[in-house]
């Protein structure tokens, strides 16, 4: 844990760098820019907006990047760090409305497409690596995320990479396991496909190219990694992230009981197929 946190504290942006700044076409529902530094290479800006109920969004991204390293579950690597990191970020924003301008997400730039953009890719990769797939989902019903949409999953060098994660940690809902703030327009089977009601989910897709799911994704690895983390480490992530002690707890919890609660799941989304 030690080595994860001091190896990325190498890698946050610092605004000692000499930022370059393009503003970039977004479609959904954030702001985004292209911040370049000749030492610190590419990165991804995400200038939020304020989701009403999560007003720690932007930390939320950082620790499902955080828990992804040390489950060694591919995230893309994520930090909130102040706005003014980069410099003027912000102006390049006319129509601010409920952009939270303080701080941002800082993503590793990754030169790949979405799966929306690249479905032959991503049934490639599904078809040859079933076992990701299933770490991928046991992260996920870990962490709690149940926004995934087939553009918040990219391809990078013909790998998936989950990105836009700041809806998911444990929240406080008893229906959800993440902390999407429309949780009333879940149905169950919502829950299940672990993706916004009106967007494509991933886990269908995903579960679709695979010829036996039951079978090929009923024992992840991860879960073995996940139960070996220690209850300090989970306390330290979320702390490092920011966010409240009762994330940790939550984990903990839910560190405990899922591999009978991926059972149960993975029972579910396999009539998905
Ligand atoms: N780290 C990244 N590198 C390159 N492109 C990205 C990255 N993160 C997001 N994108 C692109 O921006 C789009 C929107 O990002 P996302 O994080 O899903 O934002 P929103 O929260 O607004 O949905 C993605 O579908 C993808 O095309
Ligand atoms: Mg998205």
């Given at each position: 844990?030690?080595?994860?946190?001091?190896?990325?504290?190498?890698?946050?942006?610092?605004?000692?760098?000499?930022?370059?700044?393009?503003?970039?076409?977004?479609?959904?529902?954030?702001?985004?820019?292209?911040?370049?530094?000749?030492?610190?290479?590419?990165?991804?800006?995400?200038?939020?907006?304020?989701?009403?109920?999560?007003?720690?969004?932007?930390?939320?991204?950082?620790?499902?990047?955080?828990l992804?390293?040390?489950?060694e579950?591919?995230?893309?690597d994520?930090?909130?760090?102040?706005?003014?990191?980069?410099?003027?970020?912000?102006?390049?924003?006319?129509?601010?409305?409920d952009?939270?301008?303080?701080?941002?997400?800082?993503?590793?730039?990754?030169?790949?497409?979405?799966?929306?953009?690249?479905?032959?890719?991503?049934?490639?990769?599904?078809?040859?690596?079933?076992?990701?797939l299933?770490?991928?989902?046991?992260f996920?019903?870990?962490?709690?995320?149940?926004?995934?949409?087939?553009?918040?999953?990219?391809?990078?060098?013909?790998s998936?990479?989950?990105?836009?994660?700041?809806?998911?940690?444990?929240?406080?809902?008893?229906?959800?396991?993440?902390?999407?703030?429309?949780e009333?327009l879940?149905?169950?089977?919502?829950?299940?496909?672990?993706?916004?009601?009106?967007?494509?989910?991933?886990?269908?897709?995903?579960?679709?190219?695979?010829?036996?799911?039951?079978?090929?994704?009923?024992?992840?690895?991860?879960?073995?990694?996940?139960?070996?983390?220690?209850?300090?480490?989970?306390?330290?992530?979320?702390?490092?992230?920011?966010?409240?002690?009762?994330?940790?707890?939550?984990?903990?919890?839910?560190?405990?009981?899922?591999?009978?609660?991926?059972?149960?799941?993975?029972?579910?989304?396999?009539?998905?197929?």
């Amino acid at each position: 844990m030690k080595s994860i946190l001091t190896q990325r504290a190498t890698r946050r942006p610092q605004s000692s760098e000499d930022w370059k700044l393009v503003p970039l076409q977004h479609r959904g529902v954030n702001q985004s820019a292209l911040a370049t530094s000749n030492t610190h290479g590419e990165w991804f800006i995400k200038i939020c907006r304020d989701p009403g109920s999560v007003p720690d969004i932007c930390e939320r991204e950082e620790l499902a990047s955080l828990l992804g390293e040390m489950a060694e579950v591919p995230v893309v690597d994520a930090f909130c760090v102040p706005t003014a990191t980069f410099g003027a970020v912000t102006e390049l924003f006319p129509l601010a409305l409920d952009l939270m301008t303080d701080r941002c997400v800082a993503m590793h730039r990754i030169a790949g497409s979405t799966v929306s953009l690249d479905p032959e890719g991503a049934s490639r990769f599904i078809r040859s690596h079933p076992d990701k797939l299933a770490d991928i989902f046991a992260f996920s019903l870990w962490i709690g995320d149940e926004d995934r949409g087939l553009d918040d999953v990219m391809l990078e060098n013909g790998s998936l990479v989950l990105i836009d994660n700041g809806l998911s940690g444990p929240g406080r809902s008893s229906v959800l396991r993440s902390a999407h703030p429309a949780e009333c327009l879940y149905r169950p089977i919502d829950v299940t496909r672990m993706c916004f009601p009106f967007k494509k989910s991933f886990v269908e897709f995903a579960i679709r190219r695979l010829s036996e799911p039951n079978r090929q994704l009923a024992v992840p690895k991860v879960i073995d990694r996940i139960a070996g983390l220690r209850d300090t480490d989970l306390e330290q992530a979320v702390l490092h992230s920011q966010l409240p002690p009762w994330m940790a707890s939550a984990l903990v919890q839910r560190r405990d009981t899922l591999r009978d609660d991926y059972v149960k799941w993975l029972k579910a989304a396999a009539d998905l197929s």
